[in-house]
């Protein structure tokens, strides 16, 4: 705890994801490095300082023996982080099988993979015990370091079973849960044959959050239709115990990006794109290689305005920056390929011999570099077919005080809640649609551009990461205490 002189203690905070936020790569018998990780979750919880954190998931390799274990432990202790240690079978079953196979597709409106769909139904039971042993090996590690007062907080999909074993093992734990993609209409999460399991599971914390109103709005629908309870303004009730059920809209640490920019590194960088682009226009999407992306459908719509505006062909470039992910997933590979295959197809379409008109990147860039690209563009094409909130689209508009650029974003990302006034919203399916606001985009005069850009800038900067942590907590906070009260009375 923070002793300092005057100071009250930080709140400590147990933060359990399925991944922490670096990844380890194993240089030697005992000697690791680590590699920040990609994603949203990661992104928003890096911007999180006002707690004495620690972080409890998994590090992405197999470690089976003890000493790379050890080493490894000792390794991300220094950065606060705690280890889960998964084997390659539970790994198997339990994040490319249940997670991210089942119910990542299903929440994103995805349904289960076409071809797999009864391979995928046959393997569905030993997944979901993998899922919940898995869930099991978390809690053991939480229940190790938990001491008394602290404030577990479990994220994600990955762990929907996680608050019923912390409260099984001890009630007086104080438990929040917090989903980090979209939580779908009832008659999808109805159609999982663990349905109910899952939901009650999620029931057992005190505090259950999501990024917007409607994702909270379906779970306390499935809570009512499938588990028969009572659904009430503060959330769901089963027979006299309240799980507090809201929208906690989760942001970026915008100062980061700001300050970012103005750094030397950041600066040389942004002149040397604009060299390398100079006169053409920048489109730029940054993305996890994932489905639910729109990718294709984008490079697509790209397509689509370069074959109808063909003064604008040698004026324009899409920057595409692919971050692989889950790349032992079957599905995953094949998009890999499509993607591949469309903007080899494009590029051979509208190409010259000096100049193509998408640059695609298979892998992430680091931080400086990703922060001078977000500055150089014009336009950034945020088209999810479904994703929970989207940060890409907030770190872009956190770097464009300069350029003002123009946010064309999904209707079906959370994003389009807060960000929906200062972008050109988009049904991504609407290849036509897409084209036409890549068009309006790059036409958009200084005037529009740079109302639009503020509406947004405000929000990004004002609903930060920080305060979405506080509010999440201070909430899990009283709902205990409330919860309390409730009892004695
Ligand atoms: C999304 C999920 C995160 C996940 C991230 C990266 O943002 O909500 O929980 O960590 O994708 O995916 P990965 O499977 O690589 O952890």
């Not at 639009?452 to 900067?461: E, G, P, Q």
Request: glycine residues 6%; proline residues 4%.
């Amino acid at each position: 705890c923070d002793k300092q002189e005057g100071k009250p203690p930080r709140q400590r905070l147990l933060v359990v994801a399925n991944r922490l936020p670096v990844s380890a790569v194993r240089r030697g018998e005992d000697s690791w490095s680590l590699e920040i990780s990609a994603g949203g979750l990661v992104s928003a919880l890096l911007g999180v300082n006002d707690f004495e954190a620690r972080w409890i998931g998994w590090a992405g390799v197999n470690v089976p023996d003890e000493v790379g274990q050890k080493a490894l432990t000792e390794a991300l202790a220094e950065k606060r982080c705690i280890p889960v240690f998964l084997d390659e079978e539970i790994v198997h079953q339990y994040y490319n099988g249940y997670c991210n196979n089942i119910l990542w597709p299903l929440f994103h409106y995805l349904g289960l993979p076409q071809e797999d769909r009864l391979a995928t139904t046959r393997s569905f039971q030993s997944q979901f015990a993998a899922y919940k042993k898995a869930n099991q090996m978390f809690a053991d590690v939480v229940n190790k370091h938990y001491e008394e007062g602290d404030v577990v907080w479990c994220h994600d999909y990955h762990l929907m079973f996680l608050p019923k074993c912390l409260k099984d093992h001890n009630r007086k734990m104080k438990v929040g849960w917090f989903l980090h993609t979209p939580f779908p209409s009832s008659e999808i999460h109805r159609t999982l044959p663990s349905r109910s399991e899952l939901l009650r599971s999620v029931l057992a914390a005190d505090l259950v959050g999501f990024h917007t109103y409607d994702y909270a709005r379906h779970f306390v629908s499935a809570c009512t239709r499938i588990l028969g309870l009572e659904g009430t303004p503060e959330g769901v009730e089963d027979q006299g115990k309240l799980t507090r059920v809201a929208a906690f809209p989760i942001g970026i640490d915008s100062d980061r990006f700001i300050r970012a920019l103005k750094t030397a590194e950041v600066q040389v960088r942004i002149e040397e794109l604009k060299d390398r682009f100079k006169g053409r226009k920048v489109m730029l999407g940054v993305d996890r290689l994932d489905m639910i992306k729109g990718i294709p459908q984008k490079i697509l719509a790209f397509e689509k305005f370069l074959e109808e505006n063909t003064d604008w062909r040698d004026k324009v470039v899409l920057l595409q920056i692919a971050v692989p992910t889950r790349t032992d997933v079957p599905e995953y590979q094949k998009l890999t390929s499509q993607v591949h295959e469309i903007v080899g197809r494009i590029n051979g379409r509208f190409g010259t011999l000096t100049t193509v008109p998408i640059h695609h990147l298979d892998r992430s860039l680091d931080f400086p570099a990703l922060c001078a690209l977000y500055a150089v563009t014009d336009v950034a094409l945020v088209t999810s077919l479904r994703d929970g909130m989207n940060l890409v689209s907030y770190e872009f508009v956190a770097c464009q005080d300069a350029k003002k650029g123009v946010l064309i974003l999904s209707e079906f990302a959370g994003a389009a809640q807060s960000l929906g006034a200062g972008a050109l919203l988009v049904n991504p399916w609407n290849i036509t649609e897409v084209a036409k606001s890549i068009e309006r985009a790059l036409k958009m005069g200084a005037e529009e551009r740079e109302k639009r850009h503020w509406h947004n800038f405000l929000h990004v900067t004002t609903h930060t990461a920080q305060e979405w942590a506080e509010t999440f907590v201070s909430e899990l906070n009283d709902t205990v205490v409330e919860a309390e009260l409730r009892i004695r009375q």
